[in-house]
């Protein structure tokens, strides 16, 4: 398994390995369909098996991995039902928190929000890391933290759909439009535009990664070494 990427001191060794494992996932360095352990995952992060088991788990609650007695961990494979449902849900929890910060949002909260949409944009990581950041701020801004949490794991399985899959420039200049948008109505404190915004960017991003998987597929269908 591939190096994965160095981890931040600041946090907690449980928080990182979670993170990286998300990582690890959404780059295709954690193969589908193969079994994996909590010591290849920990020496691959440079850590104990300790906070590896911790964030293995919650991945586990997260439904992004499963447990098979005696074999070990394996990515779970989504079904176009189960993808079906990942889109009906993430629609629903982001409507509500915006429907939440058209009510909430102060002029400090849009301002951070902009902030964390100016931030470095000039490689696909920085790009995962300035949506993924964007999205979540915005259920922590609205107060509401079990759907920040939902979300994580929506977006986990969002990671699966398309593992190790190009998406077309991640859509950068449309997502940045977009999210800019979204900004925009949530300071004119519109919940009908904000709630339309949310639903179409959603449905375009997972729409990418659909994509993006069913390319991987005939892909790999093609060319079965790759």
């Given at each position: 398994?591939?190096?994965?990427?160095?981890?931040?001191?600041?946090?907690?060794?449980?928080?990182?390995?979670?993170?990286?494992?998300?990582?690890?996932?959404?780059?295709?360095k954690?193969?589908?369909?193969?079994?994996?352990s909590?010591s290849t995952?920990?020496?691959?992060?440079g850590?104990?098996?300790?906070?590896?088991?911790?964030?293995?788990?919650?991945?586990?609650?997260?439904?992004?991995?499963?447990?098979?007695?005696?074999?070990g961990?394996?990515?779970?494979?989504?079904?176009?039902?189960?993808?079906?449902?990942?889109?009906?849900?993430?629609?629903?929890?982001?409507?509500?928190?915006?429907?939440?910060?058209?009510k909430?949002?102060?002029?400090?909260?849009?301002?951070?929000?902009?902030?964390?949409?100016?931030?470095?944009?000039?490689?696909r990581?920085?790009?995962y890391?300035?949506?993924?950041?964007?999205?979540?701020?915005?259920?922590?801004?609205?107060?509401?933290?079990?759907?920040?949490?939902?979300?994580?794991?929506?977006?986990?399985?969002?990671?699966?759909?398309?593992?190790?899959?190009?998406l077309t420039?991640?859509?950068?200049?449309?997502?940045?439009?977009?999210h800019?948008?979204?900004?925009?109505?949530?300071?004119?404190?519109?919940?009908?535009?904000?709630?339309?915004?949310?639903?179409?960017?959603?449905?375009?991003?997972?729409?990418?990664?659909?994509?993006?998987?069913?390319?991987?597929?005939?892909?790999?269908?093609?060319?079965?070494?790759?």
């Amino acid at each position: 398994m591939s190096k994965l990427n160095s981890l931040v001191r600041s946090e907690s060794l449980a928080q990182q390995g979670y993170k990286a494992i998300r990582r690890a996932i959404r780059d295709g360095k954690i193969p589908r369909g193969q079994f994996f352990s909590e010591s290849t995952l920990a020496e691959s992060l440079g850590v104990s098996r300790t906070p590896v088991r911790e964030a293995l788990l919650n991945l586990y609650r997260d439904g992004v991995v499963e447990i098979v007695p005696k074999r070990g961990y394996r990515l779970i494979d989504l079904d176009e039902a189960a993808i079906s449902e990942i889109r009906l849900l993430r629609v629903a929890l982001e409507q509500i928190v915006v429907d939440r910060l058209c009510k909430t949002a102060t002029p400090d909260d849009i301002k951070e929000l902009r902030t964390i949409l100016k931030g470095a944009g000039d490689s696909r990581e920085d790009m995962y890391t300035i949506d993924e950041t964007f999205h979540i701020r915005m259920a922590e801004m609205a107060n509401l933290h079990q759907i920040r949490q939902e979300l994580m794991s929506v977006r986990g399985k969002m990671y699966l759909i398309a593992s190790g899959a190009r998406l077309t420039s991640l859509r950068d200049e449309n997502v940045a439009r977009e999210h800019s948008e979204l900004v925009d109505a949530l300071e004119q404190h519109d919940p009908k535009k904000a709630r339309r915004l949310i639903s179409s960017h959603v449905e375009r991003s997972i729409d990418s990664f659909v994509e993006a998987r069913a390319e991987l597929l005939e892909r790999n269908w093609l060319d079965p070494l790759s």
